[in-house]
């Protein structure tokens, strides 16, 4: 079967087309104002419009508890936020986001960098996990890839939660990625743009084309 597919970064209508009719199952709108991908306030209201209401992904980095709640009234339907598990207030702040919005929509993704331990504390909180490749000072979307193999053992080891495999991710990687992963769910950004923000129909398209026959 082949795996869930998120794009993420979406800032054109265009581009929302193009992925709903390549089969894209979930599209992300970064409301991150550090992100090369940040779309405004005003503008998030004409793209979630063009957006089937269950494919909604609002992704965020760490915020606060009255912005979350702001962004559950702009109609979102999943929640997926970056944050350093390494900060001190990151439980409680974990804790009181997976309140908000409840585990079903919340989609958590530690910055987790080489060598450092994956913060298994916070699995109750959410049934969903993002993995991406880590860059120190960022989050998401810097084409780094990501630690395939440590996403295989934790995808086995916790198989009641979602595991979303993300990072430098595009038609070169994929196959790689997809043997060494055995990932279920992944999330495509940098790898299928032209520029930050302007997704290549023709990158999507080869990628859609490797997930739907893996084996060619």
Partial sequence: ??????????TRRVDIDTALAQGVDFLGINCWPDSARFVPPEKRAELLAAIPADRRVCVDVAPTLEKLRQLVAENFALFQIHFDPANPRTHEQVQAWSACVTPARLWL????GPGQHWPTDLLPFANTFLCDGF??????????????????QLQAQHPSKQWILAGGLNADTLPRALHASQTRFLDLNSGIEDKPGQKSAEKLAQCVSI???PLR
């Fill in 135 to 152: 860059h120190a000072g960022s989050f998401g979307g810097t084409g780094r890839t990501a630690n395939w193999e440590q996403f295989a």
């Fill in 211 to 213: 997930l739907n026959n």
């Fill in 1 to 10: 079967m082949r795996p869930l597919v998120k794009v993420c970064g979406i």
């Fill in 109 to 112: 993704a530690p910055r987790v």
